[in-house]
């Protein structure tokens, strides 16, 4: 199955944009690109996902680069309830696990 | 419209006693997933049903460890002679159908407390 690699953590201010990486070196063409994130004590939620081209929810960006290697999930302006714990997950016909592998994921701080 | 339903909210039990655990998925929803969260990790993937094909049972953790889904809908998670090791939150997560494209709808989970 496909893998992805996020950093552990990283932190950012609030009311600031938020990038966060994402590398899939590994994903074939079929594989759609999903982040989750999950709050404290909560379960996972969705947030965006795509398969070529960049997406725009109420909740998030999604940048997919060109040759779809990597993603970047942005957060606009960074509040604090942003903070958590977001995962990137390939999705692809096939996979097995259900076609949904979390990894270890992105802890988000937000700083005041 | 409902979400996903978890209960028990929170389970304390014995070692070495059974427990079930229930998970009502939005209805209409054919896909469903049992996953498993220790403090501090990342999910461990358990079980997966997609309507009537076998569901995908590669993540259970040992025979003690089993689920069935009634009629396409609710599903239990079944453990028997509970271990210590087992102590987790249980997530169960739902979607509309097997698509690739399609997001994931995430209970509350089930605290597991193995005393």
């Known amino acids: 199955d496909a893998k992805t690699t996020q950093p552990n953590s990283m932190e950012s201010n609030e009311e600031e944009p938020v990038h966060l990486p994402c590398n899939h070196s590994?994903?074939?063409?079929?594989?759609?690109i999903h982040w989750y994130r999950q709050l404290p004590s909560q379960g996972p939620e969705y947030v965006i996902h795509?398969?070529?081209s960049n997406v725009n929810n109420r909740m998030a960006s999604l940048a997919i680069a060109e040759d779809r290697k990597s993603s970047t999930l942005i957060l606009h302006r960074a509040t604090l309830r942003d903070a958590a714990v977001y995962y990137c997950?390939?999705?692809?016909?096939?996979?097995?696990?259900?076609?949904?592998?979390f990894g270890k994921g992105t802890k988000l701080s937000v700083k005041p | 419209g409902a979400g996903v339903s978890q209960s028990p909210s929170n389970k304390v039990t014995e070692k070495g006693k059974d427990v079930e655990l229930r998970c009502d998925p939005i209805?209409?929803?054919?896909?469903l997933y049992w996953y498993r969260q220790s403090l501090g990790q990342g999910l461990e993937f358990l079980i997966y049903?997609?309507?009537?094909?076998?569901?995908?049972k590669s993540g259970l953790p040992s025979d003690r460890f089993s689920a069935e889904r009634t009629g396409g809908s609710v599903s239990t998670l079944t453990i028997q002679r509970t271990q210590q090791e087992d102590s987790a939150v249980y997530l169960c997560?739902?979607?509309?159908?097997?698509?690739?494209?399609?997001?994931?709808?995430f209970g509350s989970g089930t605290q597991l407390s193995v005393l």
């Open positions: 997560a739902s979607s509309p159908g097997g698509g690739m494209g399609e997001k994931l709808f």
């Open positions: 590994t994903i074939s063409g079929t594989d759609y």
């Open positions: 795509g398969l070529t």
């Open positions: 997950i390939l999705r692809s016909y096939g996979g097995s696990q259900g076609n949904l592998i």
């Open positions: 209805s209409g929803h054919t896909a």
């Open positions: 049903f997609q309507g009537n094909s076998a569901p995908d």
